[in-house]
């Protein structure tokens, strides 16, 4: 690189300038002449003249000094690859360095990013718990069933699976649901249908809807077992705990997406409905529900023991892993044992809510008529 008579750095093979004027995407090639200001110039004509006082230093990758200047157009930049070139810029430039953060303004993004963070968590540990409790309530019924729409949807596409209908069956099916709401004091606006899949599990979605799988009925042994499972999931319905956990979980996934970036909060409620066939309910909810289990099936004069003796078998089998019942209903001894204390204390007089024949029936509703 050569200096010529004016003090123009001329561009040559080892040392060039590129210089972008930041209204068109043409990369031109420059040479320098560093005087009073610093003159861009091209084939003998000046592109731009740049006060030192104005020209700032701009993110570049090793090796390169990438120049903007406040008086130019934002995206105009000078890229300088010669190091002689590059210091003789850098010691006229007293200003260069006045947009980039300092060692002061780089730990105050770290803390205030930190405390974002933290912010973020402690809200989706107490906030959006205590958010779900209060929304709950609030939440219209046309609009729950809406929500329940959307996770039905997910159901099928996470399983695969399809309503059975065998035509006994589903009269078996629908007397011991109908027995169950009479006694819960449920109106018919309560959903119930068994859907064709291994997996051993039942759950409630917001609205309504109670789905039982064919791979937990088909462990069953009698019908109390399955009207237990059936009368927990009808008091989280009641309690609508569905509509609690789509909250809680839509609103967490949402904060973590905002914290890795998702602005937007797209897909939350997706992951949401996902979540409710896969995620276990809280304790109290759990409690609540078996209250709600035992309440209804000893005003049936049936045991809710049953209920607990069936999952433990699945327990027993599945090693409460994956999407069995017992992953999204942890059983715990207490439970199982307060349910035959409860039994014990009540008069199981009632007529079976089933005959042998309608039982069978029921077991094989997932045989011929698959919809």
């Given at each position: 690189?050569?200096?010529?008579?004016?003090?123009?750095?001329?561009?040559?093979?080892?040392?060039?300038?590129?210089?972008?004027?930041?209204?068109?995407?043409?990369?031109?090639?420059?040479?320098?002449?560093?005087?009073?200001?610093?003159?861009?110039?091209?084939?003998?004509?000046?592109?731009?003249?740049?006060?030192?006082?104005?020209?700032?230093?701009?993110?570049?990758?090793?090796?390169?000094?990438?120049?903007?200047?406040?008086?130019?157009?934002?995206?105009?930049?000078?890229?300088?690859?010669?190091?002689r070139l590059a210091a003789d810029l850098v010691a006229r430039c007293f200003h260069l360095e006045d947009?980039?953060?300092?060692?002061?303004?780089?730990?105050a993004i770290v803390g205030w990013s930190l405390a974002a963070a933290v912010s973020i968590v402690l809200?989706?540990?107490?906030?959006?718990?205590?958010?779900?409790?209060?929304?709950?309530?609030?939440?219209?019924?046309?609009?729950?069933?809406?929500?329940?729409?959307?996770?039905?949807?997910?159901?099928?596409?996470?399983?695969?699976?399809?309503?059975?209908?065998?035509?006994?069956?589903?009269?078996?099916?629908?007397?011991?649901?109908?027995?169950?709401?009479?006694?819960?004091?449920?109106?018919?606006?309560?959903?119930?249908?068994?859907?064709?899949?291994?997996?051993?599990?039942?759950?409630?979605?917001?609205?309504?809807?109670?789905?039982?799988?064919?791979?937990?009925?088909?462990?069953?042994?009698?019908?109390?077992?399955?009207?237990?499972?059936?009368?927990?999931?009808?008091?989280?319905?009641?309690?609508?705990?569905?509509?609690?956990?789509?909250?809680?979980?839509?609103?967490?996934?949402?904060?973590?997406?905002?914290?890795?970036?998702?602005?937007?909060?797209?897909?939350?409620?997706?992951?949401?409905?996902?979540?409710?066939?896969?995620?276990?309910?809280?304790?109290?909810?759990?409690?609540?529900?078996?209250?709600?289990?035992?309440e209804t099936m000893h005003r049936l004069g049936r045991p809710a023991k049953p209920m607990g003796e069936?999952?433990?078998?699945?327990?027993?089998?599945?090693?409460?892993?994956?999407?069995?019942?017992?992953?999204?209903?942890?059983?715990?001894?207490?439970?199982?044992?307060?349910?035959?204390?409860?039994?014990?204390?009540?008069?199981?007089?009632?007529?079976?809510?089933?005959?042998?024949?309608?039982?069978?029936?029921?077991?094989?509703?997932?045989?011929?008529?698959?919809?």
């Open positions: 690189m050569e200096d010529d008579a004016t003090g123009a750095v001329r561009p040559s093979q080892e040392a060039t300038a590129i210089y972008f004027d930041g209204t068109s995407s043409r990369r031109h090639i420059v040479a320098l002449r560093l005087g009073e200001t610093l003159e861009i110039g091209e084939d003998g004509a000046t592109l731009a003249r740049w006060s030192y006082a104005d020209i700032r230093r701009a993110d570049s990758p090793s090796g390169i000094l990438r120049l903007s200047c406040l008086a130019a157009p934002s995206l105009a930049r000078l890229e300088v690859r010669d190091a947009n980039l953060p300092n060692r002061k303004g780089v730990a809200v989706v540990l107490f906030g959006v718990p205590r958010a779900a409790e209060r929304l709950t309530p609030l939440m219209p019924d046309s609009f729950e069933r809406r929500l329940g729409d959307v996770a039905d949807a997910q159901v099928k596409v996470i399983f695969d699976a399809k309503h059975c209908s065998n035509a006994a069956g589903q009269v078996a099916f629908e007397k011991l649901v109908g027995a169950l709401r009479r006694s819960a004091g449920l109106d018919n606006a309560v959903q119930s249908a068994v859907l064709a899949t291994s997996v051993p599990n039942a759950f409630a979605l917001p609205g309504g809807k109670v789905y039982l799988f064919n791979g937990l009925l088909a462990k069953a042994e009698n019908p109390d077992e399955i009207a237990g499972v059936l009368a927990h999931e009808l008091g989280h319905v009641r309690h609508r705990d569905s509509m609690r956990e789509l909250i809680h979980n839509g609103g967490t996934s949402f904060l973590i997406g905002l914290l890795f970036g998702d602005i937007t909060g797209s897909g939350a409620l997706i992951f949401a409905s996902r979540t409710l066939v896969t995620s276990s309910y809280s304790r109290d909810a759990e409690t609540n529900a078996d209250s709600f289990a035992i069936l999952m433990l078998r699945v327990t027993g089998k599945e090693g409460g892993k994956g999407l069995s019942l017992v992953s999204s209903h942890p059983l715990t001894e207490d439970r199982l044992a307060r349910m035959g204390n409860a039994d014990g204390g009540s008069a199981i007089t009632g007529a079976p809510l089933l005959s042998a024949a309608e039982w069978q029936a029921l077991k094989g509703i997932c045989g011929a008529g698959k919809v």
